[in-house]
């Protein structure tokens, strides 16, 4: 079979004649086979040239057709054993097409090529089918984007365009690249990129992506990405890169391909020039029951089957919002016996939230919450953002307070003035060191990380922040462990507040107040103990254990450009349910391979024999030894499709 590497439009148009000599050919031994039961119902006495026209019409037919054809076929596979030293399966094909009419036997030259012509239709068919998510992310991306300037609207070719560039989107426009929205809402569909299948929600500040449908409102956004950078066209490049990083299984069918074909075609030279001698009988016979050998001996069923089913399965997955970098990972994800999760922004959505409030001092709740958003609003720390967010939900107006002297100190706090009084807000050391308290406080969730803020250096009051679980992971979890896969959680955070996670979310292992090294020191122990590791964290602070573990799960909504780059695998959208999915995805995916390479040398093996014994047709051979099985194991593929998430 045809191995091109080409895509898009080139693909299409060099599997474009298949169907055609196909159908040529069909037709030629339809209307061969017409010609042949008219000459078989002519009288026996009648011996004139004039009835000699329909047995001479057919096998004109039939060899114009088989040597155009073959000729065709044979020149690919002629160039490809002189240059690269190796018998393809068009050479295969072609030898055995011509050795079968030159022994007479142009029924059956004619249907190999027929058969193969067709299963080379078919193969581009299911390779096509494959690579769909990859041209429709092409297909999807605008060649022209609306930028704003200073003399209003021009429409500019997207190549043109560099970040920090102003465009607008209006309602029902796709987005031409990437950026952050500055103005204006609306609902996006990003089924392309993420595989969500209900339109997003994005208002400013949020990030918008190239190729995204914008459905109801306009939209104004900065543009963040070149057109070649853009997450689609890297997610795109990703997937056609992926068929490099070639699964063990993959290699190991190449490997095999190298000595089954050279031995076969050996063995049907010998049967060719040396059986006729050693068990008698006519040489056209034994160079007939060569050509079957020679038929049996094309690699293509597993050769093609096996990397198409783990690109099958990476295409699939890509569908679903997860980026599988090479067919490597695919066979490593089936092997698989623990998944590691980092806590925060993995387990955890990383957007700690105000949960209690207690005031201590003198100083009423709104008071402090609002004197503590007034300093908050200018800092970028997750506690910062609770804060702030708090006080927005309770309606308080702290942007209108006057702030002054405003100091932050990195890990512990901030200080300064709000409508003149003095302000601290931080952890209970940052006001142990600030001679604020002397005593522990005993207030709120001891196990969760508490804020405590004093106005003019009054007992301090202080909050709960709480970083709420994911509304998936436990679903998640909870597949993971019904196949007998080991889970444990990494973590940097107090060992309290990581046992309380683990509780809820039922996880076997905790390893908590972790330092990035020590997290890989843990991976290593599991790996030890249960065989190999798939790391699943966040892709930002989590890229040494990522790329310890036997297979790194990035969450990539929060840092796609990192986990493009750390991780082997990566969920666009942050969605744990993937995981389970990815794992199913992966155990399918692998047992199809298996079958297809047990299929194929069984069936290859049989017909072998058979043939050698003279028990079957050559066009039986191919058939269902070579292109017949092709088509069935490549069929076989089109299950990975078809698996629920």
Not at 10 to 24: G, T
Not at 203 to 212: F, L, M, P
Not at 447 to 456: A, E, I
């Given at each position: 079979?045809?191995?091109?590497?080409?895509?898009?439009?080139?693909?299409?148009?060099?599997?474009?004649?298949?169907?055609?000599?196909?159908?040529?050919?069909?037709?030629?031994?339809?209307?061969?086979?017409?010609?042949?039961?008219?000459?078989?119902?002519?009288?026996?006495?009648?011996?004139?040239?004039?009835?000699?026209?329909?047995?001479?019409?057919?096998?004109?037919?039939?060899?114009?057709?088989?040597?155009?054809?073959a000729?065709?076929?044979?020149?690919?596979?002629?160039?490809?054993?002189?240059?690269?030293?190796?018998?393809?399966?068009?050479?295969?094909?072609?030898?055995?097409?011509?050795?079968?009419?030159?022994?007479?036997?142009?029924?059956?030259?004619?249907?190999?090529?027929?058969?193969?012509?067709l299963?080379?239709?078919?193969?581009?068919?299911?390779?096509?089918?494959?690579?769909?998510?990859?041209?429709?992310l092409?297909?999807?991306?605008?060649?022209?984007?609306?930028?704003?300037?200073?003399?209003?609207?021009?429409?500019t070719?997207?190549?043109?365009?560099?970040?920090?560039?102003?465009?607008?989107?209006?309602?029902?426009?796709r987005?031409?690249?990437?950026?952050?929205?500055?103005?204006?809402?609306?609902?996006?569909?990003?089924?392309?990129?993420?595989?969500?299948?209900?339109?997003?929600?994005k208002?400013?500040?949020?990030?918008?992506?190239?190729?995204?449908l914008?459905?109801?409102?306009?939209?104004?956004?900065?543009?963040?990405?070149?057109?070649?950078?853009?997450?689609?066209?890297?997610?795109?490049?990703?997937?056609?890169?992926?068929?490099?990083?070639?699964?063990?299984?993959?290699?190991?069918?190449?490997?095999?391909?190298?000595?089954?074909?050279?031995?076969?075609?050996?063995?049907?030279?010998?049967?060719?020039?040396?059986?006729?001698?050693?068990?008698?009988?006519?040489?056209e016979?034994?160079?007939?029951?060569?050509?079957?050998?020679?038929?049996?001996?094309?690699?293509?069923?597993?050769?093609?089957?096996?990397?198409?089913?783990?690109?099958?399965?990476?295409?699939?997955?890509?569908?679903?919002?997860?980026?599988?970098?090479?067919?490597?990972?695919?066979?490593?994800?089936?092997?698989?016996?623990?998944?590691?999760f980092?806590?925060?922004?993995?387990?955890?959505?990383?957007?700690?939230?105000?949960?209690?409030?207690?005031?201590?001092?003198?100083?009423?709740?709104?008071?402090?919450?609002?004197?503590?958003?007034?300093?908050?609003?200018?800092?970028?720390?997750?506690?910062?953002e609770?804060?702030?967010?708090?006080?927005?939900e309770?309606?308080?107006?702290?942007?209108?307070?006057?702030?002054?002297?405003?100091?932050?100190?990195?890990?512990?706090?901030?200080?300064?003035?709000?409508?003149?009084?003095?302000?601290?807000?931080?952890?209970?050391?940052?006001?142990?060191?600030?001679?604020?308290?002397?005593?522990?406080?005993?207030?709120?969730?001891e196990?969760?990380?508490?804020?405590?803020?004093?106005?003019?250096?009054?007992?301090?009051?202080?909050?709960?922040?709480?970083?709420h679980?994911?509304?998936?992971?436990?679903?998640?979890?909870?597949?993971?462990?019904?196949?007998?896969?080991?889970?444990?959680?990494?973590?940097?955070?107090?060992?309290?507040?990581?046992?309380?996670?683990?509780?809820?979310?039922?996880?076997?292992?905790?390893?908590?107040?972790?330092?990035?090294?020590?997290?890989?020191?843990?991976?290593?122990?599991?790996?030890?103990?249960?065989?190999?590791?798939?790391m699943?964290?966040?892709?930002?602070?989590?890229?040494?254990?990522?790329?310890?573990?036997?297979?790194?799960?990035?969450?990539?909504?929060?840092?796609?450009?990192?986990?493009?780059?750390?991780?082997?695998?990566?969920?666009?959208?942050?969605?744990?349910?993937?995981?389970p999915?990815?794992?199913?995805?992966?155990?399918?995916?692998?047992?199809?391979?298996?079958?297809?390479?047990?299929?194929?040398?069984?069936?290859?093996?049989?017909?072998?024999?058979?043939?050698?014994?003279?028990?079957?047709?050559?066009w039986?051979?191919?058939a269902?030894?070579?292109?017949?099985?092709?088509?069935?194991?490549?069929?076989?593929t089109?299950?990975?499709?078809?698996?629920?998430?």
């Open positions: 079979m045809n191995n091109t590497e080409n895509t898009g439009e080139s693909e299409k148009v060099e599997r474009k004649p298949w169907i055609f000599l196909a159908a040529f050919l069909g037709v030629t031994i339809i209307v061969s086979t017409l010609l042949e039961f008219l000459i078989a119902g002519m009288p026996l006495d009648l011996n004139l040239p004039l009835f000699n026209l329909p047995a001479k019409a057919s096998s004109i037919l039939y060899y114009v057709s088989i040597i155009s054809i000729a065709f076929v044979g020149y690919t596979g002629l160039k490809e054993l002189l240059v690269e030293r190796r018998f393809s399966v068009e050479f295969l094909m072609a030898t055995a097409a011509l050795g079968a009419a030159y022994l007479g036997f142009l029924f059956e030259g004619a249907t190999v090529l027929f058969l193969y012509s299963a080379e239709h078919f193969e581009g068919y299911i390779e096509n089918r494959a690579r769909k998510t990859v041209e429709k092409s297909t999807y991306m605008p060649d022209k984007a609306r930028i704003i300037e200073a003399n209003g609207e021009n429409t070719d997207v190549k043109d365009v560099k970040p920090g560039t102003a465009m607008l989107i209006r309602p029902g426009e987005i031409p690249l990437d950026g952050i929205v500055v103005e204006g809402s609306s609902f996006v569909d990003q089924s392309l990129v993420t595989g969500e299948s209900t339109p997003v929600w208002k400013k500040n949020d990030t918008v992506y190239a190729g995204t914008n459905i109801d409102g306009l939209l104004k956004a900065t543009v963040t990405k070149e057109a070649e950078e853009t997450l689609v066209s890297r997610i795109a490049k990703l997937v056609m890169q992926s068929r490099k990083r070639k699964a063990k299984m993959e290699r190991l069918v190449d490997r095999f391909a190298r000595i089954y074909v050279p031995i076969i075609i050996i063995l049907a030279i010998f049967v060719a020039l040396a059986m006729p001698r050693i068990a008698g009988g006519p040489a016979s034994w160079i007939y029951r060569s050509l079957i050998l020679l038929v049996v001996s094309c690699p293509s069923a597993f050769i093609l089957s096996v990397p198409a089913t783990f690109f099958t399965a990476i295409t699939t997955a890509a569908r679903k919002g997860v980026i599988i970098k090479g067919g490597a990972y695919v066979e490593k994800m089936d092997k698989v016996k623990a998944f590691v980092d806590k925060t922004g993995t387990l955890t959505l990383g957007k700690p939230t105000v949960r209690e409030l207690s005031c201590l001092g003198k100083v009423n709740d709104e008071k402090a919450l609002l004197y503590a958003a007034a300093l908050e609003q200018y800092s970028n720390h997750p506690l910062a609770s804060i702030v967010k708090k006080a927005t309770m309606g308080l107006q702290f942007r209108q307070l006057n702030v002054k002297d405003l100091k932050e100190f990195p890990g512990e706090g901030v200080v300064g003035r709000v409508n003149g009084c003095r302000v601290y807000v931080g952890s209970e050391e940052f006001m142990k060191k600030n001679d604020l308290i002397e005593t522990p406080l005993e207030v709120g969730n196990k969760h990380t508490r804020v405590c803020v004093s106005v003019d250096e009054c007992v301090p009051f202080a909050f709960c922040v709480v970083d679980v994911r509304s998936d992971a436990s679903e998640a979890i909870e597949k993971l462990r019904v196949t007998g896969t080991h889970t444990a959680m990494l973590t940097g955070d107090k060992i309290d507040i990581a046992r309380e996670v683990a509780e809820e979310l039922r996880i076997e292992e905790v390893y908590a107040e972790l330092q990035p090294e020590n997290k890989l020191t843990v991976v290593d122990k599991l790996r030890t103990k249960h065989g190999l590791v798939a699943v964290g966040d892709g930002i602070n989590d890229a040494p254990a990522l790329a310890a573990s036997d297979v790194g799960i990035a969450m990539g909504s929060n840092g796609v450009d990192v986990a493009l780059e750390s991780a082997d695998i990566v969920l666009v959208k942050n969605e744990l349910a993937r995981i999915y990815l794992q199913k995805l992966s155990k399918l995916a692998v047992k199809i391979a298996k079958q297809n390479i047990s299929v194929s040398l069984v069936v290859k093996l049989a017909l072998g024999a058979l043939g050698f014994m003279g028990l079957i047709p050559l039986f051979a191919v269902a030894g070579d292109d017949g099985v092709t088509m069935l194991l490549l069929l076989n089109l299950r990975l499709p078809k698996l629920k998430a």
